[in-house]
């Protein structure tokens, strides 16, 4: 392998220690630890997994988690409903609606019932728009992790070319917007792309956002891109590691590479909210952040 290694879990890491201090800041400030709470619907093992892996790491950084679990049956009323009671809970802070819901629910309408100031996954029509319009906000817990991968190894985004494979609303399209701001001429492809092979042969950055295993060829890859695998379906990315890694100047692993990224993105967002929520009932601001350096938030 000649690629350099993106480790998220490394970087992440990092980062989940910045959010920590910020939790110290803000509980010696306000007298409470910020709260996210989780909203998990069904019995979905891999979501129920990793909304349990969000509650550890909340645990370990100290931030509180509130659970929800709505059994499988429950109506998209009655959802929105719940979500809307903890948007308008002032001991909530953050709000993690988990991803995918059972199909006879309207994801999209209990993604809106989230108000913009918790929604620290960053799903809401609103938060995608700040992120489009480049306004700040919070953007999508996975792009905005992947961005914050990217810049801890300083890959250069201004000019360069990024395909992205994938499109949804959490991950493939806000990612194009984030690199969009960052000044990379971007290129989506989907299921319905003619020619995908040689879109990821001209791409500067490859981001592969599919969810199928083994789907990007390593002899795809051009000598020295960059590679982003964020895809997950049996515990494989979609990416052939090691072919891609004879020919990228770097790389991520999955496991290990955009995953812990997007966890600690939604707990250093969350702890964002909580002293904007704070600020908001004209408590103490928050001071410059340990976690990424902006202040007043
Ligand atoms: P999704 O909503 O199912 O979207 C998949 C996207 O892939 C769609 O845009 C689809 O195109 C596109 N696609 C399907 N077949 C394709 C092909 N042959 N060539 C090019 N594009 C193709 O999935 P998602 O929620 O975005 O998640 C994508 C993957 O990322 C999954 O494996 C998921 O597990 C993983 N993920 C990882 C994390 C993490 O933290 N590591 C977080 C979220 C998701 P159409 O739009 O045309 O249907």
């Not at 059994?71 to 959802?79: G, I, K, N």
């Not at 770097?250 to 967002?269: F, R, S």
Request: glycine share 12%; proline share 5%.
């Amino acid at each position: 392998m000649t690629a350099r290694l993106l480790d998220g879990r490394a970087v992440a890491d990092t980062l989940l220690d910045g959010v920590r201090d910020e939790v110290t800041a803000f509980v010696a400030a306000h007298g409470r630890a910020p709260v996210l709470a989780t909203v998990l619907v069904g019995d979905d093992p891999a979501s129920a997994t990793y909304v349990r892996m969000k509650a550890n790491r909340c645990a370990k950084v100290g931030i509180t988690s509130r659970r929800v679990e709505l059994d499988a049956t429950v109506d998209t009323a009655e959802l929105v409903r719940r979500v809307t009671e903890l948007s308008d809970d002032p001991g909530v802070d953050g709000i993690l609606l988990q991803h995918p819901v059972p199909e006879h629910l309207d994801e999209r309408a209990a993604f809106e019932a989230i108000t913009p100031a918790k929604d620290v996954d960053g799903v809401t029509r609103a938060s995608f728009a700040r992120t489009a319009f480049h306004e700040g906000g919070y953007p999508s817990a996975t792009p905005g992790g992947i961005l914050r991968l990217l810049d801890a190894y300083d890959i250069p985004l201004a000019g360069k070319h990024a395909v992205i494979l994938g499109r949804s609303a959490i991950l493939g399209r806000p990612l194009g917007m984030l690199l969009l701001g960052r000044d990379a001429t971007v290129t989506y492809c989907h299921s319905r792309t003619d020619g995908l092979t040689g879109h990821v042969r001209a791409a500067d950055l490859v981001v592969a956002a599919v969810g199928r295993p083994g789907l990007v060829r390593g002899e795809w890859i051009k000598p020295g891109a960059v590679v982003v695998d964020a895809g997950y379906a049996d515990n494989t990315g979609d990416v052939d590691f090691d072919g891609a890694a004879e020919r990228a100047s770097a790389i991520t692993p999955v496991p290990g590479g955009v995953g812990p990224m997007t966890i600690a993105t939604l707990l250093a967002q969350t702890v964002e909210a909580a002293w904007a929520h704070e600020a908001d009932r004209g408590g103490a601001a928050a001071p410059v952040s340990a976690v990424d350096g902006k202040e007043g938030r």
